[in-house]
């Protein structure tokens, strides 16, 4: 079935143009960044379904997607004169920041412990994941493809924790979803408009790392050191204890242990 964007509640514009609402697919991400007769259908296309088979994580890993699970993509594309284009990896950070925005607004509750962990996840202020947002992209010559995909657990009892047990009340999936999508868009309207300054202090606000102290092992970089922020593209800042410079990490091909309190390159 197709939801308007209207009737989803949703008050960006018109983004999504088009609302798909299924029951069962393999992969919300596959389905749009595979099937181009779906993507181009529209400028701007979501799909929201009640259950993944086949869902997809960062790198190879899989998200499981249960019933009262949100299991939510859209695609979208952007012209080379949007000043994201210059900063893609913002992207995952911006997706990331509609996320917890929206969970705050649709239960309610703006102090609910939900966090962003470094560097595309969703999770609990004491660490225990509830989702996580997933970018793929493609370069054209004057524009860039993007589906973004976000894995949430809202209703769900399994496999960890959700927003209801967070809450202590059911939440509307469809509702947290189309509010995703229209925090989404106006986040990339104020990162064009004021750049990524702003967006850097208010991300910042919501994720789990500020001063936190961590291990770098990254090839010839192995330090201890402390988070400080995000860079002006994008990567992680982090500062060498022992001589006080600067290392700037890519959110790409590297991952963050929190138990081990280890940022290292990403295992295959």
């Known amino acids: 079935a197709v939801v ?34 779906l993507s181009s259908a529209a400028e701007s296309v979501a799909i929201l379904a009640d259950v993944q ?14 019933l009262g699970a949100m299991s939510l ?17 913002f992207l995952q950070y911006i997706a990331a920041l509609a996320t917890v925005d ?19 996840d969703i999770y609990t202020s004491d660490g225990i994941k509830i989702g996580g947002v997933l970018v793929n992209c493609g370069t054209n010559r004057n524009s860039t493809n993007l589906c973004v995909g976000i894995g949430l657990n809202v209703n769900n009892a399994d ?3 959700s927003i209801s047990n967070l809450s202590g009340r059911d939440v509307s999936v469809v509702q947290l979803a189309s509010r995703i999508c229209s925090f989404f868009f106006n986040e990339i309207l104020i990162f064009n408009e004021l750049g990524h300054e ?15 102290k961590v291990k770098i092992s990254l090839g010839r970089i192995s330090c201890d050191a402390i988070i400080k922020s995000i860079d002006k ?16 990490v890519q959110p790409d091909g590297n991952s963050f242990d929190m138990m081990e309190n280890l940022i290292a390159v990403k295992k295959s």
Not at 53 to 66: D, E, T, V, Y
Not at 236 to 244: A, D, F, I, T
């Open 4 to 37: 308007s964007t209207q009737s989803t509640g949703n008050d960006a514009g018109s983004f999504p143009e088009i609302f798909i609402k299924s029951k069962t697919v393999t992969s919300t991400q596959d389905l749009l960044w595979s099937n181009r007769i």
């Open 53 to 66: 088979i086949k869902g997809k994580g960062r790198g190879a890993n899989q998200w499981i997607s249960p």
């Open 73 to 89: 993509s859209f695609h979208f594309t952007i012209t080379e004169t949007s000043q994201i284009t210059r900063k893609l990896p």
């Open 102 to 120: 929206a969970i705050l607004e649709v239960t309610e509750m703006p102090h609910l412990p939900v966090r962003i962990k470094w560097p595309n």
């Open 159 to 161: 496999p960890t924790i």
């Open 198 to 212: 702003q967006f850097i202090d208010r991300f910042c606000r919501v994720w789990l790392h500020q001063d936190k």
């Open 233 to 248: 593209d994008g990567f992680l800042s982090v500062q060498n204890v022992s001589n006080g410079d600067f290392v700037s």
